[in-house]
């Protein structure tokens, strides 16, 4: 079993910034990745980055060049740098854990609102 918390969201004029974190506890073994994902209401849920316990990344096409995705081996924690906000950008983000056996985890989810 793994726990997953997010926190970091809130309410942002356009142009902002937010940093994101997501901590994991729990049975931490078998790490193999771990990522962001956001989703509005009336959509489904969408890849935003993930990062590889070797550390290569993936990001989204809607946000390459404004987020970065970024790991703390220690503490099993990924964070998501987000500049240059726009209103699209406005979600419940969500944090994925994912086993080498491709067995997943997720969080409750952090909610990021834009403004115009």
């Known amino acids: 079993q793994v726990q997953l918390v997010e926190s970091g969201g809130g309410l942002v004029q356009a142009g902002g910034s937010l940093r994101l974190s997501c901590a994991a506890s729990?049975?931490?073994?078998?790490?193999?990745?771990m990522g962001w994902y956001r989703q509005v209401p009336g959509s489904q849920r969408e890849l935003v980055a993930h990062?590889?316990?070797?550390?290569?990344?993936k990001y989204a096409d809607s946000v390459k060049g404004r987020f970065t995705i970024s790991r703390d081996n220690a503490k099993i924690t990924v964070y998501l740098q987000m500049n240059s906000l726009k209103p699209e950008d406005t979600a419940v983000y969500y944090c994925?854990?994912?086993?080498?056996?491709?067995?997943?985890?997720w969080g409750k989810g952090t909610l990021v609102i834009v403004s115009s």
């Open positions: 729990g049975n931490i073994f078998s790490f193999n990745a």
């Open positions: 990062i590889t316990s070797g550390g290569s990344t």
């Open positions: 994925n854990f994912q086993r080498l056996t491709g067995m997943e985890y």
